[in-house]
């Protein structure tokens, strides 16, 4: 089974599919998150800063990873979101801006002014939706999707807009009755949400839910969250 851990920023997906991974026995595709391609995309730059052309460049270089690591793997999977993350991403910034936290004032319904640049950034985001949302529908069997539960790390990474997350969501959920892919939401602790998806998706467990928690924590402690200025492009 091809499985797609699906939420916004802040959500838990990272952690949830490296223990739902040792939960399951299922292997977990791997592929550098935007914090690791970001120094090599735009040196010296947080994701705030970035011009459209680089979040595109960032957007694609995913996606092209993802694709890669999805298909030597596709008799199944767990997989950390997908490259509709990244599109939604970029599409829910034609409304917010391309640094989402700069319009945290704005009412819900309220978009930034559509400059140039913007305009230039929307029309690539729909063309590039065509092509990701194909690809997505022919390499996942079925999505779990991770509630908001947890509050937004401002660690200028993740944009501090709870409108962004909430955009997110929604587009996300469109997109999934769009693509027919069946699509289930889980909540509560890791370990519930371990039980609801071994439940939901009929999957045998290999250990107690405790223990792949335990080895999730381990795993993500060696991942490398240094803010961006801090890191070397390799």
Known sequence: MRIGISGTYSSGKTFTSMALS???GLPRTKARTMREILPEAAPGKTLEECTAAELIQMIVTRHVERAVYEDKLSTGFVSDGSSLQEWIYGSVRVSLGLNPSASAHLQAGEEVEKTAELAFFEEVMASLGNSFKKHVKGSFDVFVH????LPLA??????VNDQ???MSDSILKQTMDELGIPFYVVSGTVEERLEQI???LGLEPRMAPEAAARLAAEEYALLDVRPERERVSQ
């Open 22 to 24: 040792h939960y399951t």
């Open 146 to 149: 991770l509630k908001n539960e």
């Open 154 to 159: 401002a660690d200028g990474h993740r944009p």
């Open 164 to 166: 962004f997350r909430s």
């Open 198 to 200: 071994a439940s939901l």
